[in-house]
T-cell receptor
Framework: NAGVTQTPKFQVLKTGQSMTLQCAQDMNHNSMYWYRQDPGMGLRLIYYSASEGTTDKGEVPNGYNVSRLNKREFSLRLESAAPSQTSVYFC????????????FGPGTRLTVL | AQSVTQLDSHVSVSEGTPVLLRCNYSSSYSPSLFWYVQHPNKGLQLLLKYTSAATLVKGINGFEAEFKKSETSFHLTKPSAHMSDAAEYFCVVSREYGNKLVFGAGTILRVKS
C-alpha cells in the first residue's frame, strides 16, 4: 500500500497563476482532507470531503476549490495564486465513523512569488 | 469550541533523559485527543490517541500520554530520549466526529548528544 500520495512535491508559481494539487489514497477510506501548514500555526483545515460526492469548508477555505473525483482522489485547486498561499499543503484520509485517526501524505511545498 | 494549547514551542533534552511535552485542551464535551509527530520534511505520523477507553495511553516508540480531565491536560512523555526523537510534535483535538482536527501550534523537540 502506498497510503496517501500527493503530487507535485514542490511547485513555484507566479502571482495570478493557477494550479491543482493532486491527492490519492489506496486505503479505501471514505473521508479526505486538505490542510495547510504555516510556521508556528500547526495545520489548518482548508476543505474536507466526508464521503464521495460531498465537500465542506474548513477553517481557511478562501482562495481554494476542491473536487472529490472519486473515492480515491481529492484535488485542491488554486484559481489565482497569491503570495499568502505560500505554504506546505497536506492531504489526509480516514475511515468514516468513529474516531479513527487521519493518515497524512508527504506534503506539497508551494511557493507563490 | 475545542482548542489546544501547547505550552512550549521548543524543548531541548539530552539523549537518555526524560521527555515531557505539555498540552492543555479546551472542549465542551469529552474530547478525542491525539499526538502526531512530524520529522523534518516529512508528513505527519500518529503517535497515540485518547478516545476515553483509558486515561493512560501508550503509543509508538515508547511514548505515552495521560489524559487528566481535572487539569484539562494531555501531556506527552517518554522515559529516555533518543536522537531519532528529534522532530516537531503536535497535540490535536477532534471535532465533529473526527472530521475536523484542531492542531496545536507544535513543539519542536531537540535531542542533544
Amino acid at each position: 500500500n502506498a497510503g496517501v500520495t500527493q503530487t507535485p512535491k514542490f511547485q513555484v508559481l507566479k502571482t495570478g497563476q493557477s494550479m491543482t494539487l493532486q491527492c490519492a489514497q489506496d486505503m479505501n477510506h471514505n473521508s479526505m482532507y486538505w490542510y495547510r501548514q504555516d510556521p508556528g500555526m500547526g495545520l489548518r483545515l482548508i476543505y474536507y470531503s466526508a464521503s464521495e460526492g460531498t465537500t465542506d469548508k474548513g477553517e481557511v477555505p478562501n482562495g481554494y476549490n476542491v473536487s472529490r473525483l472519486n473515492k480515491r482522489e481529492f484535488s485542491l485547486r488554486l484559481e489565482s495564486a497569491a503570495p499568502s498561499q505560500t505554504s506546505v499543503y497536506f492531504c489526509a484520509s480516514r475511515l468514516a465513523g468513529g474516531l479513527w485517526e487521519q493518515f497524512f501524505g508527504p506534503g506539497t511545498r508551494l511557493t507563490v512569488l | 469550541a475545542q482548542s489546544v494549547t501547547q505550552l512550549d514551542s521548543h524543548v531541548s533534552v539530552s539523549e537518555g533523559t526524560p521527555v515531557l511535552l505539555r498540552c492543555n485542551y479546551s472542549s465542551s464535551y469529552s474530547p478525542s485527543l491525539f499526538w502526531y509527530v512530524q520529522h523534518p520534511n516529512k508528513g505527519l505520523q500518529l503517535l497515540l490517541k485518547y478516545t476515553s477507553a483509558a486515561t493512560l495511553v501508550k503509543g509508538i516508540n515508547g511514548f505515552e500520554a495521560e489524559f487528566k480531565k481535572s487539569e484539562t491536560s494531555f501531556h506527552l512523555t517518554k522515559p529516555s530520549a533518543h536522537m531519532s526523537d528529534a522532530a516537531e510534535y503536535f497535540c490535536v483535538v477532534s471535532r465533529e466526529y473526527g472530521n475536523k482536527l484542531v492542531f496545536g501550534a507544535g513543539t519542536i523537540l531537540r535531542v542533544k548528544s
